[in-house]
């Protein structure tokens, strides 16, 4: 089965007539070329590096996002194809170029600009069938993620909507349990007030019960005043009369 990951390394016939700059250029390249097939990507990429800092060089940059893609740092990968596909002008390369930031994408998961990548690769070489295959394979990974995605809205969404019941059930909760506290604050202070009334109506009931026994005692001690001297009176007459000849 075809992998996604096709990484393309470009072995580029040099002619014979070049100065010894040039050559030494083309050294560099071959050098990485060689630490690549090896598995030594970090080695290949200063191989890379180097051929660059001397004079700019498609093939060297084309095989610097190999090796950058090939160590996992996509980030840098991909920056390195794209302004590759910005300032190339060779149909080859520049669809190698696309080809493989359609990978370094791929990579990261951002599967619609991959696509793109892909097919912008297809426009510049409608032969090959490896970015053919890889731009349907983007197509469902992106339709797949954005189903994904979905579903993930719809049960974020789901979530959002059980915590706001949620938050509604809680207000009304600590609304209901504040009108209970309200209610029995309420209540304790009306039992207060008719505990007081109470209070101050038995001290008045105490008050004129008291005045009331004083006011007896008065009548009662004015009522026996009254018998002693009437007795007193009665004596008296009979004596009166008993002398009286």
Known sequence: M??????????????????AQAQNDKALIRQGNNDFK???????????RKSLDKDYNPKAQFNLGDALYS?????????????????????EIESGAYYNLGNTLMAQE???EAFEAYKNSLKLNPNDEDARYNLEYARWKMIQQQQQNQQQNQQ???????QQEQQQEQQQEQQQEQQ???QQQDQQQQDQQQQQQQQQQQQELSKEDAERMLKALENQEKETM???NDKKASKMQ????????
């Open 156 to 162: 974020d969404q789901q979530q959002q909507e059980q």
């Open 110 to 112: 951002r599967y619609g």
């Open 2 to 19: 075809k992998t996604i990951s096709k990484i393309c390394i470009c072995f580029f016939f040099v002619s014979a007539c070049f100065c």
């Open 38 to 48: 090896k598995g030594s990507y970090s080695e290949a990429e200063i191989k890379y």
């Open 226 to 228: 009254e018998e002693m």
């Open 238 to 245: 009979k004596r009166r009369s008993l002398k009286d000849w």
């Open 71 to 91: 160590q996992g740092n996509y980030e840098d990968a991909e920056k390195n194809f794209s302004e590759l596909t910005k300032r190339e002008t060779s149909k």
């Open 180 to 182: 209970q506290e309200q």
